[in-house]
T-cell receptor, first 113, second 115 residues
Framework: GESVGLHLPTLSVQEGDNSIINCAYS??????FIWYKQESGKGPQFIID?????DKRQGQRVTVLLNKTVKHLSLQIAATQPGDSAVYFC????????????FGGGTRLMVKP | NAGVMQNPRHLVRRRGQEARLRCSPM?????VYWYRQLPEEGLKFMVY????????ESGMPKERFSAEFPKEGPSILRIQQVVRGDSAAYFC?????????????FGPGTRLTVL
């Protein structure tokens, strides 16, 4: 079936560098995408979202890019900090999916001091 | 405003016992979702409920699993006759409105271990 997937299971970056986490989705009907951060032993925490009528959205130190042509989503974290170490999931949904979120497999971000 | 609350946070059961997981949505939220997460994997949708109604249970196993969200009280995810494969983290999320690009707020999860 259709799913959301990630290219890199683990990403290791130096503190202060920028991080880019990628996600590929295959459901062309999806029109709402969310990035979640999950720290060990905790529930997913909302980071940023984007609708399909946009190709870029910025938050505080984070930017999400959406390329609908190639069905690709990315999360950019500027000046990565040790507190950013976590597993990051992209999730997708759409009107036809009701309120069901489909999650990708996750990327573990490790920040080296 | 308290967030989504789940209890217990950790639950240990022996094979064949029943597990009952509780979820209290955020204040003002009437939509509840349950997800299951196996170690080192993403979350998988199980069921979507509104007060006294199951809206979508397409992710629920056909046997042993049930969910409810009564008019009063928390949402309950019930697993009968647990097996080792049920060991996972179960997350509840809530949202205030029907489909309108609203964020789902997640609870801290219940980690079920089946011995």
């Amino acid at each position: 079936g259709e799913s959301v997937g990630l290219h890199l299971p683990t990403l290791s970056v130096q503190e202060g560098d920028n991080s880019i986490i990628n996600c590929a989705y295959s459901n062309s009907a999806s029109d709402y995408f969310i990035w979640y951060k999950q720290e060990s032993g905790k529930g997913p925490q909302f980071i940023i979202d984007i609708r399909s009528n946009m190709d870029k959205r910025q938050g505080q130190r984070v930017t999400v890019l959406l390329n609908k042509t190639v069905k690709h989503l990315s999360l950019q974290i500027a000046a990565t900090q040790p507190g950013d170490s976590a597993v990051y999931f992209c999730a997708e949904t759409g009107y036809n999916a009701g309120n069901m979120l489909t999650f990708g497999g996750g990327t573990r971000l490790m920040v080296k001091p | 405003n308290a967030g989504v609350m789940q209890n217990p946070r950790h639950l240990v059961r022996r094979r064949g016992q029943e597990a009952r997981l509780r979820c209290s949505p955020m204040k003002g939220h009437s939509h509840v979702y349950w997800y299951r997460q196996l170690p080192e994997e993403g979350l998988k949708f199980m069921v979507y409920l509104q007060k006294e109604n199951i809206i979508d249970e397409s992710g629920m196993p056909k046997e042993r699993f049930s969910a409810e969200f009564p008019k009063e009280g928390p949402s309950i995810l019930r697993i009968q006759q647990v097996v080792r494969g049920d060991s996972a983290a179960y997350f509840c999320a809530s949202s205030p409105l029907d489909w309108s690009y609203n964020e789902q707020f997640f609870g801290p999860g219940t980690r079920l271990t089946v011995l």
